[in-house]
């Protein structure tokens, strides 16, 4: 017997707290009765247990795509507005997947897409501290100062961030912005626009470049691709260490984190 939200996650119906609010709102069922109560167990081999009268499968094998979105596309499977979705780019995938964590409307870069439950839980779970790397065009130049507040942590709705590692990067000529590339290790909403926008630096595009260990400069928008065994073993691995910050020193075009 296991928790059936855990159930739904594995069955890559949904993350398990996706899953737990699909219980909340009634769409779950087991042997017919719809169940809301959170702690509820049931026995996938022997219960039918069922989300909006479908009845879910186990799932036979896990799917672990990395799709490169581009802007224009929420990130969900399906959009009440009737937007794009980063299902609509991997069409030709039968397996039920979803995608891990958000990327938003107007962001880009890499992002993963399973059936793996209990992966996603772990990626997504702040105890882990998965870094995720970006790349952030802003208006403006920030001084030494500007990063430090960065990597120390700024105040967005109310709560500190945690440290960051925070890189500037060469840009062209245009000494009216800046590149910045930030390796964040917590998924607040918008949480590095945010944290541009609260040291004055507003971020005019935002992208993705690695998830934990996965990078790939030759993926072009749109375009996806599944993990190789080794991607996966490394991002497994990648979970199962404890949260910890490296400290650097300098400023500008060195890491920082405090």
């Known amino acids: 017997m296991e928790r059936l939200q855990k159930i739904l996650s594995q069955a890559g119906v949904a993350s398990r707290r996706a899953g737990e609010q699909l219980m909340l709102e009634g769409r779950v069922t087991v042997n017919g009765r719809t169940v809301r109560v959170l702690g509820t167990k049931a026995d996938p081999a022997h219960d039918d247990i069922r989300v909006d009268g479908r009845r ?9 795509l990395l799709l490169n979105k581009p802007r224009g596309y929420v990130t969900t499977r399906s959009d009440p507005q ?26 880009e870069g890499l992002l993963l897409l399973t059936n793996d439950g209990d992966l996603a839980a772990r990626l997504t779970h702040p105890r882990h501290g998965v870094a995720r790397v970006y790349e952030a065009r802003v208006l403006g130049v920030p001084d030494a100062h500007d990063l430090d507040r960065l990597a120390r942590g700024v105040v967005i709705d109310g709560q500190r961030t945690q440290p960051a590692d925070v890189k500037l990067l060469p840009v062209g000529r245009d000494a009216n912005e800046a590149r910045l590339a930030l390796t ?8 590095v626009r945010k944290m541009c926008e609260a040291i004055g630096h507003p971020v005019t595009h935002l992208k993705r470049v690695a998830i934990g260990p996965l990078k790939d400069g030759k993926l072009k928008p749109g375009q996806w691709r599944e993990l190789t065994e080794d991607e996966v ?22 890491n920082r984190t405090a």
């Open 56 to 64: 879910i499968k186990i799932v036979e094998r896990h799917r672990y």
């Open 82 to 107: 009737r937007r794009p979705t980063v299902i609509d780019l991997v069409d030709g995938v039968r397996d039920y997947v979803y995608p891990v964590g958000r990327l938003d409307f107007d962001s």
């Open 233 to 254: 073993r490394k991002l497994r691995s990648a979970t199962e260490k404890p949260l910890h910050h490296r400290r650097h020193g300098g400023h500008g075009g060195e």
């Open 184 to 191: 964040v290790r917590e998924g607040r909403n918008r949480q």
